[in-house]
T-cell receptor, first 111, second 118 residues
Framework: QQPVQSPQAVILREGEDAVINCSSS?????VHWYRQKHGEAPVFLMI?????EQKGHEKISASFNEKKQQSSLYLTASQLSYSGTYFC????????????FGQGTRLTINP | GAVVSQHPSWVICKSGTSVKIECRSL??????MFWYRQFPKQSLMLMAT?????????EQGVEKDKFLINHASLTLSTLTVTSAHPEDSSFYIC??????????????FGPGTRLTVL
């Protein structure tokens, strides 16, 4: 079953922060986050594994609450280059390999 | 590292013809590759999982006789859309899962192939 992302869209000014949530009705083994720009393939951001991980790279970080079957992506001091559609992909069983993607969150960063 | 290429980037074909799309992992071996289809402003929908040397596993609702998948080597998977029709027009994206122990959970996506069927 497809995970639910919220919000569906968000508009920010450069330098503002954003949080994108991903919720699943199924128990999760891992959550994968991607960013896709128009007409391009998704770019891998990070993966969070079962165990309540938190990760970060520069000003983008994420957390995974396996009990709540939720993950959140945090964008701090957003840059223009952060614009795009963010997808979470969930894996319910270790080794199942295939990902089920949420419907996406469109992020627009204005100068 | 972890680069996935697709060829062609775009293709326009007439209704009824077949189109082959290649997906290659350039700097790693991929035991598993995935094929997705994405319609405008929609999410990525998994079509099938392709394992090297074995038959592909198709998702429910995907016609295996229409979307032929071959995973002949650890670096190449092909998707052939047979007897394409206008409703098959879409953005087809492959991804590859590395066999390296350090990042076997990560899927790397190719740049996608835009198919337009006239």
């Amino acid at each position: 079953q497809q995970p639910v992302q919220s919000p569906q869209a968000v508009i920010l000014r450069e330098g503002e922060d954003a949080v994108i949530n991903c919720s699943s009705s199924k128990a999760l083994y891992s959550v994968h986050w991607y960013r896709q720009k128009h007409g391009e393939a998704p770019v891998f951001l990070m993966i969070l594994l079962k165990g309540g991980e938190q990760k970060g790279h520069e000003k983008i970080s994420a957390s995974f609450n396996e009990k709540k079957q939720q993950s959140s992506l945090y964008l701090t001091a957003s840059q223009l280059s952060y614009s795009g559609t963010y997808f979470c992909g969930t894996e319910s069983v270790q080794g199942a390999q295939k990902l089920v993607f949420g419907q996406g969150t469109r992020l627009t960063i204005n100068p | 590292g972890a680069v996935v290429s697709q060829h062609p980037s775009w293709v326009i074909c007439k209704s009824g013809t077949s189109v082959k799309i290649e997906c290659r992992s350039l700097d790693f071996q991929a035991t598993t590759m995935f094929w997705y289809r994405q319609f405008p402003k929609q999410s990525l929908m998994l079509m099938a999982t392709s394992n090297e040397g074995s038959k592909a596993t198709y998702e429910q609702g995907v016609e295996k006789d229409k979307f032929l998948i071959n995973h002949a080597s650890l670096t190449l998977s092909t998707l052939t859309v047979t007897s394409a029709h206008p409703e098959d027009s879409s953005f087809y994206i492959c991804s590859a899962r590395s066999s390296r122990s350090a990042d076997t959970d990560t899927q790397y996506f190719g740049p996608g192939t835009r198919l337009t069927v006239l």
